[in-house]
């Protein structure tokens, strides 16, 4: 069953569909290694240096700790909350959202619903930037899709090879 957007979007329907269905076939952490990378993908666009804001890294270590097994819920929770009170804090309406972005892609260790939410913030950005221009919705889109693919296909290849590796 599809997942609903838990925010108000102009959006392009039917590549969320293709999104919402490998979504729902694939692991929490493949999403929060494709969430991260939204993120990442949409500072950039607005030009945050995400690398010079200490909340921001700390979420996506803690992420990426949790990736591996090496953080708790809680620390993701923590973490994707304190990004998430930056975002209250800030005035600049794009960079809210972009936070907005970043802190449901940290969150995506906690629940994977928060992945499909990072994804949908992603949208809303473009659509305010672009004056829900669907054209540049659909790219944002797009990309998303084949970002996720890519993370997919890089796990089996990696899966495949340990298991060559192991026979």
């Not at 293709?18 to 929060?32: R, S």
């Not at 030009?47 to 953080?71: H, P, R, T």
């Not at 005035?91 to 809210?96: D, P, R, Y």
Request: proline share 2%; glycine share 4%; no cysteine.
């Amino acid at each position: 069953m599809p997942t609903e957007p838990k925010i108000k979007i102009v959006d392009n329907p039917l590549i969320r569909v293709e999104i919402d269905n490998l979504y729902e076939t694939t692991n929490q952490v493949l999403l929060a290694k494709w969430s991260l990378s939204i993120a990442k993908h949409i500072l950039l666009i607005v030009g945050i240096d995400y690398k010079s804001v200490d909340v921001i890294m700390e979420g996506f270590e803690v992420n990426e700790l949790w990736q591996s097994g090496n953080a708790r819920m809680h620390d993701v929770r923590q973490s994707g909350f304190k990004v998430h009170k930056l975002a209250r804090e800030t005035e600049n309406e794009i960079h809210k959202i972009a936070l907005r972005v970043v802190g449901q892609a940290v969150g995506s260790g906690h629940m994977r619903e928060h992945s499909m939410v990072a994804s949908d913030y992603a949208i809303k950005l473009i659509g305010l930037l672009y004056e829900n221009d669907l054209d540049a919705i659909s790219t944002e889109r797009t990309w998303q899709l084949h970002e996720l693919q890519k993370i997919i296909k890089s796990n089996d290849y990696k899966t495949t090879k340990q298991h060559q590796n192991l026979t």
